[in-house]
């Protein structure tokens, strides 16, 4: 359900590293918690973020939500698609759904991620499983 080679927050971001740039998006257990995305506010290139601080907000049906940089990094590109179709955080978030990609400035931060196994036990413990 959660692909092996992409790592996990406990936040429920995602961030698949292809050498030192990250992809950064929300899981789809987030996704279907939130409900239909209806905005997304993104940064701009070249701004920077600490692991743990809030990058984006995403606005559903249900809630408005903070989006947490999985690591410490830039920001390199921004997904212009979803300021006219939100929708593709739903209907794909490890594809055309993702959000920004990162050049990670922390190598090391990687270690305390998830890997796709462990963080769907975590998502089995929230829920009470």
């Known amino acids: 359900m959660y692909p092996k080679d992409y ?5 429920h971001e995602w961030v698949k590293v292809d050498g030192d740039i990250g992809t950064v998006g929300i899981t789809d257990y987030a996704q279907h918690e939130l409900g239909d995305v209806v905005y997304v506010e993104l940064p ?16 559903s049906v249900k ?3 903070e989006v947490y940089a999985p690591v410490s990094g830039e920001v390199v590109e921004v997904n212009e698609t979803l300021a006219d179709h939100p ?3 739903n209907e ?3 594809g055309e759904g993702w959000f920004v990609k990162l050049k990670i400035e922390v190598k ?3 270690d305390d991620l ?9 998502i089995k413990e929230e829920k009470g499983e």
């Not at 790592?7 to 936040?11: F, P, Q, S, V």
């Not at 701009?44 to 606005?59: L, Q």
């Not at 998830?114 to 975590?122: I, N, P, W």
């Open 92 to 94: 794909d978030p490890y």
């Open 114 to 122: 998830f890997d796709a196994a462990r963080y769907e036990a975590y």
């Open 108 to 110: 090391e931060e990687l």
């Open 87 to 89: 929708e593709k955080v």
């Open 63 to 65: 809630a408005v939500s």
């Open 44 to 59: 701009n290139v070249g701004d920077k973020f600490r692991a743990g601080e809030s990058f984006a907000t995403v606005e």
């Open 7 to 11: 790592l996990y927050t406990k936040d």
